[in-house]
């Protein structure tokens, strides 16, 4: 069974920079879609980025699209997401997601993996 863990969250002025990590253990994820997903308080988990398996296909939500990248390192089981030029907006608890489909979906529902999630701030 794969497990994720999350890190890299924290407190940021509006236009700075945090990259988050999404660590596997107790399997390879290369075999798994990695979404990121974002939940602000009293709302659901809002899809932000994905990226396939193999890290040839990415995708994101338009809010995101230019400011954030998805990677993955499946030498090292991790995925990453870039996140520049923030905004007071992206605050949420950030959740890394797998998902057995080899392309990321951005439907919470697929994914049957989740981290514990780690928490942005951007302060204006």
């Known amino acids: 069974q794969v497990q994720l863990v999350e890190s890299g969250g924290g407190l940021v002025q509006a236009g700075g920079s945090l990259r988050l990590s999404c660590a596997a253990s107790?399997?390879?994820?290369?075999?798994?879609?990695v979404g990121w997903f974002r939940q602000a308080p009293g709302k659901e988990h809002d899809f932000v980025a994905g990226?396939?398996?193999?890290?040839?296909?990415?995708s994101y939500v338009d809010s995101v699209k230019g400011r954030f990248t998805i990677s993955r390192d499946n030498g090292k089981n991790t995925v990453y997401l870039q996140m520049n030029a923030l905004k007071p907006e992206d605050t949420a608890v950030y959740y890394c997601?797998?998902?057995?489909?080899?392309?990321?979906?951005?439907?919470?529902?697929?994914?049957?993996?989740w981290g514990q999630g780690t928490q942005v701030t951007v302060s204006s």
């Open positions: 997601a797998a998902d057995r489909s080899t392309v990321a979906r951005h439907d919470p529902k697929f994914y049957g993996l």
């Open positions: 990226i396939s398996s193999g890290g040839a296909i990415t």
């Open positions: 107790g399997r390879t994820l290369s075999s798994y879609a």
